[in-house]
């Protein structure tokens, strides 16, 4: 019986780098959601948290919330919870009861690197700077996130100017029936176009609640937000290793066409 033989040629030196980048790719178990697909069929394939026992890493969480206690706030300390068990630090700021005006498109933060409205906007950007991660939750009004979130992520990522890439962000909703998935692209729209890979779960991130804590009933809801912060560190550690292995992609000079001239 005569035997067929294929033989392989010798990879390119991009095919090289590309099988580089693949055996990097999954040494790291890349991608959120293969990593929870992959934990449900091999449990016992779990992340090592001793290779970054000496690293620090930290979470920004904005609360677009006017209330102090209600169904975002219980979101994201579920979230909360799951950082501190992975050694995650975690700062909370809270929004959605303060006085913060839009953007006026003045440009002043051009010149100076900052909004010339001198208020909570100015006060967490080091904050954003510092973070490697970034949680921005809101309740649904109108299908839409709460105006004052709205005009404070305006303000905030268009006045400060430090590099965001490669910051992990993730969004949360929350709403008594419908309008999660509407806000939650409104809100990924800020990661988007500042090269933020966006983080996500099992399920388009959120809970359902009308009265305050009535989203401690959702136990979805919540287990939604426990995988998505536990992908967000995976990920947030993933790209971690991936600057020292590679270095940040090469970035061009940025190229802006206007409809009209």
């Given at each position: 019986m005569s035997q067929v033989r294929i033989l392989s040629p010798r990879p390119t030196k991009l095919q090289g780098q590309g099988l580089r980048l693949l055996a990097f790719l999954v040494r790291v178990r890349f991608a959120c959601g293969i990593v929870t697909m992959l934990q449900h069929v091999y449990p016992g394939w779990e992340s090592n948290k001793d290779e970054f026992s000496g690293v620090e890493m930290k979470v920004l969480l904005i609360n677009g919330s006017p209330r102090q206690n209600g169904n975002t706030a219980r979101a994201?300390?579920?979230?909360?919870d799951v950082f501190k068990a992975e050694g995650i630090d975690t700062e909370l700021v809270r929004v959605g009861s303060l006085d913060v005006r839009g953007c006026i498109a003045c440009g002043s933060?051009?010149?100076?690197?900052?909004?010339?409205?001198?208020?909570?906007?100015?006060?967490?950007a080091p904050a954003l700077e510092e973070a490697d991660g970034l949680v921005v939750g809101s309740?649904?009004?109108?299908?839409?996130?709460?105006?004052?979130l709205i005009a404070l992520l305006d303000r905030l990522f268009f006045s400060t100017h430090f590099p965001k890439t490669m910051k992990v962000g993730a969004a949360v909703a929350t709403a008594?029936?419908?309008?999660?998935?509407?806000?939650?692209?409104?809100l990924n729209k800020y990661f988007g176009i500042c090269g933020m890979p966006i983080a996500t779960g099992q399920y388009w991130n959120g809970v359902h609640g009308r009265l305050p804590g009535e989203a401690g009933e959702d136990t979805e809801g919540l287990q939604q937000m426990r995988t998505l912060a536990r992908n967000m560190t995976f990920l947030m550690k993933a790209i971690a290793l991936g600057k020292e292995e590679f270095g940040l992609p090469e970035k061009e000079p940025q190229i802006m066409t206007n409809f009209v001239r």
């Amino acid at each position: 019986m005569s035997q067929v033989r294929i033989l392989s040629p010798r990879p390119t030196k991009l095919q090289g780098q590309g099988l580089r980048l693949l055996a990097f790719l999954v040494r790291v178990r890349f991608a959120c959601g293969i990593v929870t697909m992959l934990q449900h069929v091999y449990p016992g394939w779990e992340s090592n948290k001793d290779e970054f026992s000496g690293v620090e890493m930290k979470v920004l969480l904005i609360n677009g919330s006017p209330r102090q206690n209600g169904n975002t706030a219980r979101a994201l300390d579920e979230m909360i919870d799951v950082f501190k068990a992975e050694g995650i630090d975690t700062e909370l700021v809270r929004v959605g009861s303060l006085d913060v005006r839009g953007c006026i498109a003045c440009g002043s933060c051009a010149n100076t690197g900052a909004c010339v409205f001198d208020d909570i906007v100015n006060e967490i950007a080091p904050a954003l700077e510092e973070a490697d991660g970034l949680v921005v939750g809101s309740p649904v009004y109108y299908a839409s996130a709460n105006a004052t979130l709205i005009a404070l992520l305006d303000r905030l990522f268009f006045s400060t100017h430090f590099p965001k890439t490669m910051k992990v962000g993730a969004a949360v909703a929350t709403a008594r029936r419908g309008g999660i998935t509407a806000t939650y692209d409104e809100l990924n729209k800020y990661f988007g176009i500042c090269g933020m890979p966006i983080a996500t779960g099992q399920y388009w991130n959120g809970v359902h609640g009308r009265l305050p804590g009535e989203a401690g009933e959702d136990t979805e809801g919540l287990q939604q937000m426990r995988t998505l912060a536990r992908n967000m560190t995976f990920l947030m550690k993933a790209i971690a290793l991936g600057k020292e292995e590679f270095g940040l992609p090469e970035k061009e000079p940025q190229i802006m066409t206007n409809f009209v001239r």
